[in-house]
Nanobody, 121 residues
Framework: QVQLVESGGGLVQAGDSLRLSCAAS????????MGWYRQAPGKQRELVAG???????NYADSVKGRFTISRDNAKTTMYLQMNSLKPEDTAVYYC???????????????WGQGTQVTVSS
């Protein structure tokens, strides 16, 4: 089994910063790409930022220059540094990891449980 544990959400004021973490563990042979998504009430889930196994990154236009995605050297933990937060950043943030499972070598996408980020004006 694969487990993704997210942490770091909370209630902050506009202009504040937060750092989200997503730790992957379990029967992981190798992680490919990782990403952060968010879903606000009444809206579809959207990609916030992604990072490839080679370290390449991409960001939604709405967060460019404010958010930074990174991963640790072991490449099993991913972070999202969120600066200059705005009320429109309020959403449940999910991590997604694409990986191969040990043993079966099955490739699939796994999602975290989500962490709430609320930005007050």
């Amino acid at each position: 089994q694969v487990q993704l544990v997210e942490s770091g959400g909370g209630l902050v004021q506009a202009g504040d910063s937060l750092r989200l973490s997503c730790a992957a563990s379990g029967s992981i042979f190798r992680i490919n790409s990782m990403g952060w998504y968010r879903q606000a009430p009444g809206k579809q889930r959207e990609l916030v930022a992604g990072i490839t196994s080679g370290g390449g990154t991409n960001y939604a236009d709405s967060v460019k220059g404010r958010f930074t995605i990174s991963r640790d050297n072991a490449k099993t933990t991913m972070y999202l540094q969120m600066n200059s937060l705005k009320p429109e950043d309020t959403a449940v943030y999910y991590c997604k990891v694409d990986l191969w499972v040990t043993g079966t070598m099955r490739y699939g996408s796994y999602w975290g449980q989500g962490t709430q980020v609320t930005v007050s004006s």
